[in-house]
């Protein structure tokens, strides 16, 4: 049984752009650059163009794939002072660096480059359409981004981003329109002069203009060099699958390899053999997710994000920078040397078995990144659970002596890490703070609603029955 041409992501409109690029012929890399170029539209709480990435790419004709990075440089020049900005996040105070300083070198447009010169077939402006096209007309502000907007305010309404998001003096709702029509012009530029116009174009000028009037630390010279690296994979097994993902701060490899057996195990059995492999530190980055296969087999996964975001944009633009600078958990070590790439969490994921591809995963969460990912994947594989079950699970993620849990977690298992010390915070409802999971496989596909993630199937495959 082949995995069905789809779509996953986390948003209609994302999800409806590589939706609509599948079925005009598209390869899962053009349907892949175009729901992440949408994204960076309709999920701009979220990501942004001026963020960071990672993909994975497979060919099904060769059978290889590989990774592509295109996460955040660290620049060159001496910015001023970045802006503290604690934002509250539940019980806790998280603790942000905003402003221009805490731009990092941007690599999401140069990954959307690569991706498409090296995978793709149809024409760049073609894959770029959907994209413009949100940004003309505006889309639907979701109830997952409506929450988030809530609480991320105090960053998101600054310079231009009030307009944006508080168009009438009032937080922008569920339901309503975000309008960021200067993102239409943004996208135009990208479309006609390539992906390099964000490092030695239009888009690059526009951007060291802002650096020099804020006191940025992006250099001319530190876009001129920048380029997306492909690599080769981190190749692993878990519950007899072959598994190809990527290392360093991710530590999804080494979770997936200390993963205890799941299959057979009751939910309380299920809580307390996870919990201990689980632990992490509790940090909230934004971030999102496509995961897409095509009706070739090719598949490809797209995980983005712009931080917290620093509260600057490029005049005329609507293009928000992000804040990777300020971001702790990134900087291990203390703050790398100029041109270094930073770290990341992000995972794009494939599994293998006997049969060939059975699943393409990817997640959004920062630090809850790479436990969100093992539990849906460990469930499906493990388990044997449908993805979108397994998507929509109950949660639970520990960092410390806290042990966080979404509402319906086995209250049995809660109680016996309350006996054995731990502190169990019972969250009152699904919340994105615990990941935004978008699958695609031979199981099925899901998306994640605690971030509005939606599924879409080709339109050659919406009419066949689910066994074929």
């Given amino acids: 049984m082949r995995v069905r041409p789809a779509v996953a992501a986390g948003h209609p409109a994302t999800a409806d752009a590589g939706a609509e690029i599948l079925d005009s012929g598209g390869t899962a890399a053009d349907a892949a650059v175009a729901a992440t170029a949408a994204a960076c539209v309709a999920e701009t709480i979220m990501t942004g163009l001026l963020g960071g990435g990672h993909a994975i790419y497979r060919d099904a004709a060769s059978g290889q794939a590989w990774n592509l990075d295109c996460f955040c440089d660290v620049p060159s020049g001496d910015g001023d002072e970045m802006q503290q900005m604690p934002v509250p996040f539940g019980e806790e105070l998280v603790h942000y660096a905003i402003g221009a300083a805490s731009c990092a070198v941007p690599g999401v447009a140069a990954g959307l480059g690569a ?27 979701t109830h997952a981004h409506a929450k988030c907007l809530a609480m991320l305010a105090p960053v998101m309404t600054l310079d231009r981003g009030g307009e944006i998001f508080s168009p009438r003096g009032a937080l922008l709702e569920a339901g309503e329109t975000l309008r960021q029509p200067a993102l239409e012009k943004a996208f135009a530029i990208l479309a006609a002069e390539g992906a390099r116009s964000a490092y030695e174009g239009s888009l690059a000028e526009a951007l060291l203009v802002l650096m020099r009037a804020r006191g940025g630390a992006i250099t001319r010279d530190d876009l001129r060099t920048y380029e997306a690296r492909w690599a080769e994979p981190v190749e692993l097994e878990y519950a007899g699958h072959r598994v190809l993902t990527r290392g360093g701060l991710s530590g999804v490899p080494e979770l997936l390899e200390a993963m205890p057996p799941l299959h057979g195990l009751d939910e309380t059995e299920r809580v307390l053999a996870l919990v201990p492999v689980l632990d992490g530190r509790e940090r909230v980055t934004h971030t999102t997710n496509v995961s897409v296969v095509d009706t070739d087999g090719n598949a490809c996964v797209f995980t983005t994000s712009l931080g917290l975001g620093s509260g600057d944009y490029v005049a005329g633009l609507d293009l928000h920078l992000n804040s990777m600078l300020g971001e702790a958990d990134l900087l291990v070590g203390g703050r790398s040397a100029s041109g270094r790439r930073m770290e990341s969490m992000m995972a794009p994921t494939l599994a293998f078995d006997s049969e060939g591809l059975a699943v393409a995963i990817g997640s959004a969460g920062g630090t809850r990144l790479r436990a969100a990912l093992a539990l849906v994947l460990g469930a499906i594989l493990d388990e044997g659970v449908e993805p979108q079950f397994a998507v929509d699970r109950p949660r639970f993620h520990p960092t410390g002596d806290t042990v966080n849990a979404e509402p319906e977690v086995d209250e049995e298992a809660l109680a016996e890490l309350e006996r054995r010390g731990r502190h169990v915070r019972r969250w009152p409802a699904q919340h994105h703070y615990f990941g935004g999971v978008s699958v695609v496989s031979r199981f099925g596909s899901a998306a994640d609603r605690r971030r509005s993630g939606a599924v879409r199937l080709s339109t050659s495959e919406r009419t066949r029955p689910r066994s074929t």
Avoid: C, N, Q, S
């Fill in 115 to 141: 991706l498409h010169e090296r995978f793709g077939r149809l024409p760049w402006r073609d894959v770029l359409e959907p994209a413009m096209r949100l940004a003309r007309t505006g889309v639907e502000f």
